[in-house]
């Protein structure tokens, strides 16, 4: 009941989504933009995280994705405690930034908090850098993990939450 997309109806025989003409397949949720959308695959409101795959385009110049994400989905799960978030982005196609206010105040809503990004693109990593969005989301390097659909959620959140932590650490 606390999910965004509760009561939705999915009819996996019908596909009405697109992306620039494509159809995708009815399990991708609309987050009211035209480019990505998202799953939520868990969470744990005890633990207060979120594990969330996107798929498509992530274009904040000409659809502000960013605020679709944060006003859609995001807002919700801090409304509900949630102060962790894992983006899996192997499925995001592309990346075209602008200003970065939404992921300030992503940031700013989860004290105490983090939100980590694994398996995005080289290219999307490289234009999330030219944006500075490195200042709000943990991404690269230890956070690339191959075997992650293979792994149960807390271990994954376990693992990821452990390598946030060596980074914080680090940069004491």
């Known amino acids: 009941m606390r999910s965004p997309f509760f009561g939705r109806e999915y009819n996996v025989q019908h596909y009405t989504n697109d992306i620039y003409g494509y159809y995708i397949h009815p399990l991708w949720d609309w987050i009211g933009s035209e480019t990505l959308y998202v799953k ?43 102060n962790q978030f894992l983006l899996v982005g192997e499925n995001v196609l592309n990346f075209h930034g602008s200003d970065d206010c939404y992921y300030e105040e992503w940031f700013e809503d989860i004290e105490e908090g983090w939100i980590a990004a694994f398996n995005f693109r080289d290219f999307v990593i490289d234009q999330w850098k ?34 946030i932590i060596k980074r914080i650490g680090a940069a004491y």
Not at 45 to 61: K, Q
Not at 151 to 160: A, N, V
């Open 40 to 82: 939520i695959l868990f969470v744990d409101y005890n633990r207060r995280y979120a594990i969330i795959e996107l798929f498509g385009e992530w274009n904040d110049t000409l659809h502000n994705d960013i605020m679709h994400l944060k006003r859609c989905v995001i807002d919700n799960l801090t409304g509900h405690g949630i």
């Open 130 to 163: 030219q944006y500075n969005i490195d200042y709000y989301i943990n991404f690269g390097g230890s956070l690339e993990i191959d075997n992650w659909r293979t792994m149960k959620p807390l271990k994954l959140y376990q693992l990821i939450n452990s390598q």
